[in-house]
Nanobody
Framework: QAQLVESGGGLVQAGGSLRLSCAAS????????VGWFRQAPGKEREFVAI????????YYADSVRGRFIISSDDAKNTEQLQMNSLKPEDTAVYYC???????????????WGQGTQVTVSS
């Protein structure tokens, strides 16, 4: 039974934009913190962005700050990651995850989505 489901990935040229969505259901939907992570081939899964359920607090990895925007629609239990000025190095599988408290540590996230592929061509 899926708790978090990502959507919106795809293929885009460098400089383009994509908008990812994360839909939460079941127990995952009551966790107050949602993070986005990504994993490129042969690399560790890394933190991208985080948001509290009411959108009051956000934080970004240095590599995406100023280009990506994380937002939350609590009424719909969804979070979005607007990705602008995409670069080939942004190519990865993107995951959303839910946590009980503010953390950038991957292992502290309780629920994970299945991931959505983002490919940026040069």
């Amino acid at each position: 039974q899926a708790q978090l489901v990502e959507s919106g990935g795809g293929l885009v040229q460098a400089g383009g934009s994509l908008r990812l969505s994360c839909a939460a259901s079941g127990p995952a939907s009551i966790y107050p913190v949602v993070g986005w992570f990504r994993q490129a081939p042969g690399k560790e899964r890394e933190f991208v962005a985080i948001i509290t359920y009411n959108g009051a607090d956000t934080y970004y990895a240095d590599s995406v700050r100023g280009r990506f925007i994380i937002s939350s629609d609590d009424a719909k239990n969804t979070e979005q990651l607007q990705m602008n000025s995409l670069k080939p190095e942004d190519t990865a599988v993107y995951y959303c995850a839910a946590a009980q408290s503010w953390t950038l540590i991957r292992s502290q996230y309780k629920y994970w989505g299945q991931g959505t592929q983002v490919t940026v061509s040069s």
